[in-house]
Every structure is written in structure tokens, then in C-alpha cells.
Antibody, heavy 116, light 106 residues
Framework: QVQLQESGPGLVKPSQTLSLTCTVS????????WSWIRQHPGKGLEWIGH???????YYNPSLKSRLTMSVDTSKNHFSLNLSSVTAADTAVYFC??????????WGQGTPVTVSS | EVVMTQSPGTLSVSPGERATLSCRAS??????LAWYQQKPGQAPRLLIY???TRATGIPARFSGSGSGTEFTLTISSLQSADFAVYYC????????FGGGTKVEIK
């Protein structure tokens, strides 16, 4: 059974960079797309981006200028860096495995608050 | 951007009854539509993809239909575990989600 676990700081200061890692267990990161999705408090879902195990990325156009995703197949994990954060980036961040842009395995989500 | 509109915002249903949830796309997305169920404090769970194909392990009481711009998720005979928020998601043109429909106990 594939499992995903997000990790990273729960509090980030405005203007700084939000960095999260998703570790995949129970299966290989190779051969799949991997994604970040976020959910603002009490709101719906927002796709952040995909990364293929080879490193090819697809970013939400609205976040593209601030977003970097990377993958480390040797550690079976992938990462998210979102720069110049504001309070609007406060959300629960989920990592997930994508197949044809639908997500069949998800992490439990990690809350991130942007505040000084 | 493809805008996804779900209706109603909240649906009150008694256990054992049928629930019909709607999702409309602002432009044709063929059958590139998925449905997810989310319970409080949990990640979404994939129910349906390709507008009508149930994901692995999803009970037959969940069914999806539609194509183009109009889609429906039907839950026949609601169980207590089915009270949750449901989201539609298009993946025809990048990815966007609907705002969700909350299915609550009547």
C-alpha cells in the first residue's frame, strides 16, 4: 500500500520560502507523476503542480513565478518550494500521486501558516 | 481557466435516500472529470474518474455520468459514511476544482 507523508515547518514568515517534502513509502516514486494540492481554511482545493519522477514539472500558472518542485528518486521523495509567501498561502498542503491528473493516493496533509 | 460550478452548495438527505450532485464546466471538458469525497480532517478520496469510472474499492452505490459541460454524481441509498463534502475536478485543461457540495444528514 502506497503511503505519502508530508513534512516541513508549520509556520513561515511573510516574504520567506515555504519548503515541504513528501516521502513516499510502500512503492517506488518512479513511473508516476507526483503533485501538491492545497486547501485554504474552510475552502476548496487548489492544484499547485505536478512533477514526474524524471523531473519534468507542470505548475499552476497562478503560482508558477514563485514555485519550484524537485524530486529525489534515491530518497523516494519530492519537494515543494514556494517563495515570497503571504497570508494568502496559509493552507493545508497535501501531496498526492497522480495518474492522468487524478489523484489516487494522498498524504494526510500538513497545515502551514504564514505569519510573523 | 475552466471554471467548475457545483450545485447545490449543501444537500440535506436522509440515510437510505438517493443523492444527486451536479457539476458544470465553463467549457467542454469531454469526460475528463473526477469526483472526490472529503471528510473533516482527512485528505480527499478519489471516487470517480473519466466521468463515470469508479476508482478501486469504491462501492457501486457511487455512480458518475455526463460529458462535455454537465456532470452528475449519484449516491444511491446513502450510508452514514457518505455524509461528507464532494468535489468535482476537471483535468482537460490544466486542473481546476469545483467549490464542493456538502452532503448532510436531514
Amino acid at each position: 500500500q502506497v503511503q505519502l507523508q508530508e513534512s516541513g515547518p508549520g509556520l513561515v514568515k511573510p516574504s520567506q520560502t515555504l519548503s515541504l517534502t513528501c516521502t513516499v513509502s510502500g512503492g517506488s516514486i518512479s513511473g508516476y507523476y507526483w503533485s501538491w494540492i492545497r486547501q485554504h481554511p474552510g475552502k476548496g482545493l487548489e492544484w499547485i503542480g505536478h512533477i514526474y519522477y524524471s523531473g519534468i514539472t507542470y505548475y499552476n500558472p497562478s503560482l508558477k513565478s514563485r514555485l519550484t518542485m524537485s524530486v529525489d528518486t534515491s530518497k523516494n521523495h519530492f519537494s515543494l518550494n514556494l517563495s515570497s509567501v503571504t497570508a494568502a498561502d496559509t493552507a493545508v498542503y497535501f501531496c498526492a500521486r497522480a495518474q492522468l491528473s487524478v489523484w489516487d493516493y494522498w498524504g494526510q496533509g500538513t497545515p502551514v501558516t504564514v505569519s510573523s | 481557466e475552466v471554471v467548475m460550478t457545483q450545485s447545490p452548495g449543501t444537500l440535506s438527505v436522509s440515510p437510505g435516500e438517493r443523492a444527486t450532485l451536479s457539476c458544470r464546466a465553463s467549457q467542454s471538458i469531454s469526460d475528463n472529470l473526477a469526483w472526490y469525497q472529503q471528510k473533516p480532517g482527512q485528505a480527499p478520496r478519489l471516487l470517480i474518474y473519466g466521468a463515470s469510472t469508479r476508482a478501486t474499492g469504491i462501492p457501486a452505490r457511487f455512480s458518475g455520468s455526463g460529458s462535455g459541460t454537465e456532470f452528475t454524481l449519484t449516491i444511491s441509498s446513502l450510508q452514514s459514511a457518505d455524509f461528507a463534502v464532494y468535489y468535482c475536478q476537471q483535468y482537460d485543461d490544466w486542473v481546476t476544482f469545483g467549490g464542493g457540495t456538502k452532503v448532510e444528514i436531514k
